[in-house]
């Protein structure tokens, strides 16, 4: 616990470790729509994705010392050089949580920052580091409102040690490029739980057809969030069908670790058996699209996240914070918000009212499928505590698939 290793995963990955990892089409997992060539947010034209990623230390939590499980998720909207502001809009699911930044987005409508997610007690940090970083680049503007949200991963990770630095959220900014986009345990999604497996980050896409228009949505979201009872993947509650990889310990600590009022059971071969606790994660979901659309058109898009996340079985539970943003690359240099006193009329292009319902639906699959990518790239976890936390077993997800006759295939 003593030596701090910092792991940089960078979002172009050709030919990497994290490129072969399989992912819910792999599996045979079916899903609608016709994703991107790289089905990844960065299939839209001039988005980049950087992570900062930091594992050291095992055993006791000792705050201030480790474990450390941790890291940050940038966001890019227009790639790396471009700080021109982008049409946005953000609502949340469940409140329980927290999104800098989202006050002037509801005013103007303008996001004017890249988007980073971290950790639930690291946001400040994230937070002023994106301004040092854009004084850096030369940012135009008076000042920004950066936008950093946060999941927690209080489980595995010593978050109230602050282990994530400025320099960890400034190497995320700096690694943020187009290409295959790394999921699971990565970034911001590192130490995170989802429907009572291990969760992290995950990514989807859908290139709609040339007759609804021909563009991109695009989803990349931080799961920590649900039960798995509540876990439905294709309709089917796979989560009451998988057997064992409960959370459990490795070895016990004194005082013992608390798992719904008693001690957390020491791991067996297959997990635990202490079944699981109140719904108390998070999840953060960014929507972005080249459709050209406006502030008030964006507002409709990501109010159906939760249509996405509602296919999968969640209620938005109270100790969730649920908090999505959407973005539009289209327009650019329609509104400079602060970063320029423009005060002639700018002409802007949007999709008529009439074809909204394939982003519509486009962004309630994207949604869904990021999820269960994040879901299938994670690995098994343990971390502060000897607490584990178990990947889905893709053996026992296909089985229950194909016992309900919906396996596409998959490897």
Known sequence: MRIRYLIIALALIPGGASAQKPRARDLGVPLDGTP??????????????????????????????????TGVTAILPRGQGNFAPVFAAFTIGNGNGDMTGTHWIDESGVLETPILITNTLSVG?????????????????????PVVAET???????????HVKAADAIRALDAAKPGPVAEGNVGGGTGMLCNGFKGGTGTSSRQLAPNEGGFVVGALVQCNYGLRTELRIS?????????????CVTRKVDPPVQFRGAEMPICSATGGSGGEEAEQGSIIVVIGTNAPLTPDQLRRVVRRVSLGMGRMGTRHGNGSGDIFIAFSTANQ????GNSMPATSPVPVTRVPSGGMDPIFMATVEVTEEA?????????TMTGADYIRYYAIPHDQLQASLRKHALLTGGR
């Open 36 to 69: 991107g060539p790289l089905n990844a947010i960065t299939d839209i034209p001039g988005v980049a994705v950087g992570y900062s990623t930091l594992i050291s230390g095992e055993g006791r939590r000792e705050v201030g010392r480790g474990p450390v499980r």
């Open 125 to 145: 940090v994230v937070r002023d580091a994106v301004v040092s970083w854009m004084v850096s680049k030369g940012a135009a503007g008076p000042f920004w409102y």
């Open 152 to 162: 927690s991963d209080g489980r595995l990770n010593d978050q109230k040690g602050q």
């Open 235 to 247: 309709g089917i509650p796979v989560g009451r069908e998988i057997q064992g990889y409960d959370p």
């Open 333 to 336: 240099g329609a509104d400079a």
């Open 371 to 379: 999820i269960i990518n994040a879901m299938i790239a994670a690995e």
